[in-house]
């Protein structure tokens, strides 16, 4: 366990805190100053604002004083990735379409964040729109993953993982299209989950792929995890896709929810293309669940080899539809090359956007136009069918499925040039993404090179207590989190 | 679905309010070409009498009351825009 400040899991700093050891202050002005010194390395912010950190931290500090702490995340220093609205702060989701927004209001999460006394912290950098495995898509330049900063440290939330695993922010949110979350947490030694459809509301979140797209946290630990969740999560009558259910303490329930637990192995996400480590790290995991009295299962699903052909129709198709918005009328970059009104959509669209997000609007318009939208829109949404319908039958018989998370630890920046090669690396997590599940990334262990592994747990819709308190009983056996980058 | 899918890239990104260069228009043909040719896989899949899924949350029909409600203030719904003359966006002429 570090002895450094900014290294500590939410728990002992809200314990910490409650009891007058520290102040919000204290802790803000540690987290600002690591960031200082590590972001010339790093680059996991857009922008940050320690002004107006510091005065959330003191106003945290005053109500604590008056006996008015609003729980755990009072006065926690909480980054957000930069396609979440922060009023007043930039908003840019790493694209120069949006480099001088900012943002007019704040979205639900960001809202109960505050509600909930966090000190919103940073805007965090990503892949352009959220389009990426790697942060590499970023127009504002890549992150360095804190582990090997000539790694990426994933993506598209790759500003969130990298910010938390360097000790930038004490948890960060991001978002997960198809593994956004999930991904860079793995790759960066950190919990990361992506929550249930439908259970964190998407106002004010930036749309990628409307059904597809949830807000989620990373964190030091499943429990600060389950914190963070417990604080976003919650019906929204400003999302109509946002379910109205009774958010139950999730922090509480990690304790009450005991094993053993019956663990579905899907024999397809162990098939080749997986790195020797980390399937003999997921292994490891699925020996440990077993020696603890868990049931495990091997378990199909038959449609996994169609996941990534289904995600790139749905998700571009939709991009393409989200970002039709950007025509350099109302609010983002205006070209003033054009000529007239319907060329001043084609430049500024030409000038704002970089190439993968280019790249998916073709793509995605493509998939919608006239003569191919059965082909593949269409289609793609029946499969979809198919495969959450997978997921749903092994569900019967296990709680919870037991994956690797990322078939490759971090790689190079600059290594895949290939946008296929790319995408490919998403193919563990987007089936949870289509069929609306909860999922979350903990660290299992180490590369002989020293990069971080992650095993990924697949839950039950809307059984987050259950997926956490499995995911809990890992952690408590291992302590891979107790071991930080040296930056 | 035919087997050699055929992106006509001018047409698409005409469709797409999207002006490319001749080198992006070579590159994305290429590019796509390669991930079309790998989501022609999904023809292979029997999708007979199966529904489409739009979503996956358990919600259909979400109605409010049609009741007004405050909004952005005309300063904040500005912010951001481009160019602006007395509370409104400027664009370029679209009447002659």
């Known amino acids: ?487 | 679905m035919s087997s050699a899918p055929q992106l006509d890239i001018n047409h698409i990104a005409k469709l797409a309010r999207l002006a490319l260069t001749p080198e992006e228009k070579e590159k994305f043909s290429q590019q796509l070409g390669d991930v079309l040719h790998h989501i022609e896989q999904l023809a292979k899949v029997d999708v007979t009498g199966v529904e489409p899924t739009a979503h996956a949350s358990p919600v259909f029909n979400v109605w409010q009351p049609d009741v007004a409600r405050p909004g952005l203030a005309v300063v904040d719904a500005l912010r951001n825009a481009p160019a602006q003359r007395e509370n409104m966006v400027v664009v370029p002429k679209v009447v002659e």
């Open chain 1, 1 to 487: 366990m570090s002895s450094e400040l900014f290294y500590q899991p939410i728990t002992s700093l809200a314990a910490a805190l409650d009891a007058k050891k520290l102040t919000s202050v204290e802790l803000t002005q540690a987290v600002v100053a690591r960031t200082k010194s590590v972001e010339p390395r790093v680059h996991a912010f857009n922008s940050f604002d320690e002004a107006d950190a510091l005065a959330q931290a003191a106003a945290s500090d005053a109500r604590r004083a008056a006996g008015q702490s609003r729980g755990a995340l009072d006065g926690i220093p909480i980054g957000l990735k930069d396609v979440i609205a922060v009023t007043g702060q930039p908003l840019t989701a790493s694209s120069k379409m949006l480099k001088n927004f900012v943002s007019p209001y704040d979205a639900t999460v960001t809202e109960k964040l505050r509600r909930a006394g966090a000190v919103l912290w940073g805007r965090l950098n990503c892949d352009e729109f959220a389009m990426g495995s790697s942060t590499e898509n970023s127009a504002f330049g890549p992150t360095g993953n804190p582990w090997d900063t000539s790694r990426v440290p994933g993506g598209s939330s790759g500003g969130s993982s990298a910010a938390l695993a360097a000790g930038e922010a004490i948890a960060t949110l991001g978002s997960d299209t198809g593994g956004s979350i999930r991904q860079p947490a793995a790759l960066c030694g950190v919990v990361g989950l992506k929550p249930t459809y439908g259970l964190v509301s998407r106002f004010g979140l930036i749309a990628y792929a409307s059904s597809l797209d949830q807000i989620g946290p990373f964190a030091r630990t499943v429990e600060d995890a389950a914190i963070v969740l417990g604080a976003i999560a919650g019906h929204d009558e400003r999302d109509s896709t946002s379910f109205k259910t009774d958010i139950p303490d999730y922090r509480a329930e990690l304790t009450k929810r005991k094993g053993p637990w019956k663990l579905g192995i899907p024999k397809e996400y162990f098939a080749e293309g997986l790195d020797p480590e980390i399937g003999a790290a997921v292994e490891k995991a699925i020996a440990f669940y077993k020696s603890q009295g868990c049931e495990i299962r091997e378990v199909s699903l038959p449609h996994t080899q169609y996941c990534l052909d289904t995600y790139y129709v749905i998700a571009t198709a939709e991009a393409s539809s989200n970002l039709g918005r950007y025509d350099g009328i109302r609010y983002g970059h205006r070209s003033t090359a054009a000529k007239d009104v319907v060329d001043l959509y084609f430049q500024s669209r030409a000038e704002g956007f970089g190439p993968e997000v280019k790249r998916r609007i073709i793509l995605g318009t493509y998939v919608l136009s006239s003569g191919y939208y059965d082909a593949y829109y269409l289609r793609a949404q029946k499969v979809r069918t198919l495969i959450r319908q997978d997921f749903l039958n092994a569900f019967r018989e296990v709680d919870a499925l037991l994956t690797p998370t990322s078939p490759v630890p971090a790689f190079k920046i600059g290594e895949k040039a290939d946008p296929l090669a790319m995408y490919l690396l998403d193919i563990y997590t987007i089936g949870v993404n289509l069929a609306g599940l909860p999922a979350i990334s903990v660290p299992c262990g180490f590369t002989q090179s020293g990069l971080p592994i992650g095993a990924q747990l697949i839950g039950q819709p809307f059984q987050e207590s259950n997926l956490l308190a499995i995911a809990r009983s890992y952690e408590q056996g291992h302590d891979w989190s107790a071991k930080f980058p040296s930056l």
